[in-house]
């Protein structure tokens, strides 16, 4: 890759044992933060016209992933498998 290209690794884990020291050598932690389901509701109703309370579901149960959300609230298939859990 080009000399401008940055990786973004992502693990759940914010312990330095989780990840090997080869590429933890070569790394710098960024924090990010998820966004609260209010945001995420609030961008289904607003872009996908959905109703508030299945924007509010939905997002309560994406685990702040926002495409996660948006499957969830449009797919049936997606929903009925994720009540099933």
């Given at each position: 890759p080009p000399p401008s290209t940055v990786f973004l690794l992502c693990a759940p884990s914010v312990d330095p044992e989780d990840i090997s020291i080869t590429l933890r050598s070569r790394c710098r932690h960024v924090a990010l933060v998820?966004?609260?389901v209010d945001a995420i509701a609030r961008v289904l109703v607003e872009s996908?016209?959905?109703?508030?309370?299945?924007?509010?579901w939905a997002a309560s149960v994406s685990?702040?992933?926002v495409g996660r959300a948006r499957r969830?609230?449009?797919d049936?298939?997606?929903r009925e498998r994720r009540l099933r859990a």
């Open positions: 998820t966004p609260p996908d016209g959905l109703p508030e309370k299945d924007a509010v685990g702040g992933h969830l609230a449009n049936e298939q997606a």
